[in-house]
């Protein structure tokens, strides 16, 4: 018989927490091994107990959130787990921020429990799995032609990547403040995102930064 799947979950919602670990009690195969509340506590759990599987939530209050710790969990010493997004959030700049990150999957919290389940399964044999809401939007973004961004939105764009904010990009370009918020309107609308973040993202995914 195939051992069981090792799971850690990590959910900042204790009561969402509960109504998870009751639902993955009755499922055949999938062994709940510990519980997070945060990201931090996430890693550390995941260094101690190991788990093949990490199903994360992508908001997780203070600290570090679930995108970070994908990433984190993702690039540190072997062994490292799959992880398994779990969240309502569905937006193109979180799947792609998730991805980015190295998650295996993304699912979204109206699934059905076999979905949940079979998702599980997949992600432990290093498998895709995607709600299909989500799936559908990754297929249109990849037919959806590249933004086309000026040479002064491709410099600003680089400067975000580094982490530097409007006062410092202003300086670091010799252009106003102003100029620079305009600049990330236009970057903002053309790359169909509302963070920094979001931007950085899309932008590695679809190629924009070097």
Request: aromatic share 2%; charged share 25%; net charge negative.
């Amino acid at each position: 018989m195939t051992p069981p799947v090792r799971l850690l979950l990590c959910d900042d919602h204790v009561v969402v927490r509960a109504g998870l670990l009751a639902l993955l009690d009755s499922a055949e195969n999938i062994e709940v091994i510990g519980e997070a509340g945060t990201g931090e506590e996430a890693i550390a759990l995941t260094a101690k107990l190991h788990p093949d599987v990490v199903l994360m939530d992508l908001q997780l209050g203070p600290g570090i959130d679930g995108v970070e710790t994908t990433r984190r969990l993702t690039t540190a010493p072997a062994p490292t787990p799959h992880v398994l997004v779990l969240t309502t959030y569905d937006t193109d700049a979180d799947i792609t921020r998730a991805i980015e990150a190295g998650a295996t999957g993304y699912l979204l919290k109206a699934e059905r429990p076999e979905e949940l389940f079979a998702a599980i399964q997949a992600a432990a044999q290093g498998r895709t799995a995607l709600s299909a809401p989500v799936a559908s939007r990754v297929m249109a973004n990849m037919r959806k032609p590249r933004p086309t961004l000026t040479d002064r939105e491709r410099d600003i764009l680089a400067q975000l990547a580094h982490g530097l904010g409007n006062r410092e990009i202003a300086k670091a370009l010799f252009i106003s403040e102003a100029t620079v918020k305009t600049h990330l309107g236009r970057i903002y609308d053309k790359l169909g995102v509302d963070t920094r973040a979001g931007a950085v993202a899309v932008a590695k995914e679809q190629r924009l930064l070097p």
